[in-house]
């Protein structure tokens, strides 16, 4: 089993819709919790942390993280063409130079 | 992408050869790190370093070796390439003990035959 499991889509979405992404994880220690968005053919780019428990908002993205059910979520309101692209949670415990990345989920938006 | 650049962009190599990839920043950032993609595996990290000869493994590190001599290069490389390494290569650095908050370069295409 892997250590962060995420749905690989793809999910396709038509403009303003509201769309929720997932992961679930299974290692406790993990205390930094990470989306990154990518770009096909680009390298990936931060695009929200959060520390511990909690929810963290960023104008039209929010990023939830429930550590009793390990299980993080980022939800993007208003979604436009442009957010089309991969999305990789991200992990790492409070020690570790090492994050662990989920498989990523391809979102299309479409006009 | 921030200060960050690959090169080769794209290498198409036999089983058996060596192959050195080049990772190379103008952000004077500390930590640095190599991460290979495969579709269903996500990133893994494959090598970083933490200073100018300090270096550490990652969570798939065999088969290949890194080395920095200098803060701004990093280089990777897979002494006798197998087609198991046929992935996208990515560069990474991130300053000070926020790993989280890592820069991507834009990654290196390599195909083993």
């Known amino acids: 089993q892997k250590e962060v499991e995420q749905d690989p889509g793809p999910l396709s979405v038509p403009e303003g819709a509201i769309v929720s992404l997932n992961c679930t994880y299974s290692?406790?220690?993990?205390?930094?919790f990470m989306w990154y968005r990518q770009y096909s053919r680009k390298g990936p780019e931060l695009l929200m942390y959060?520390?511990?428990?909690g929810n963290k908002e960023d104008g039209r993205f929010t990023a939830q993280v429930d550590k009793s059910s390990k299980y993080i979520s980022l939800f993007i309101r208003d979604s436009q063409p442009s957010d089309s692209a991969t999305y990789l949670c991200a992990m790492s415990a409070e020690s570790d130079n090492d994050m662990r990345f989920g498989a990523g989920t391809r979102l299309t938006v479409k006009p | 992408d921030a200060g960050i650049t690959q090169s080769p962009r794209h290498k198409v190599t036999e089983t058996g050869t060596p192959v050195t990839l080049r990772c190379h920043q103008t952000e004077n950032h500390r930590y640095m790190y190599w991460y290979r993609q495969d579709p269903g595996h996500g990133l893994r990290l494959i090598h970083y370093s933490y200073g100018v000869k300090d270096t550490d493994k990652g969570e798939v590190s065999d088969g290949y070796s890194v080395s920095r001599s200098k803060t701004e290069d990093f280089l990777l490389t897979l002494e006798s390439a197998t087609s198991s390494q046929t992935s996208v290569y990515f560069c990474?650095?991130?300053?000070?003990?926020?790993?989280?908050?890592?820069?991507f370069g834009p990654g290196t295409r390599l195909t083993v035959l």
């Open positions: 990474a650095i991130s300053e000070g003990l926020a790993v989280w908050e890592q820069f």
């Open positions: 959060t520390y511990s428990s």
């Open positions: 290692n406790s220690a993990f205390q930094y």
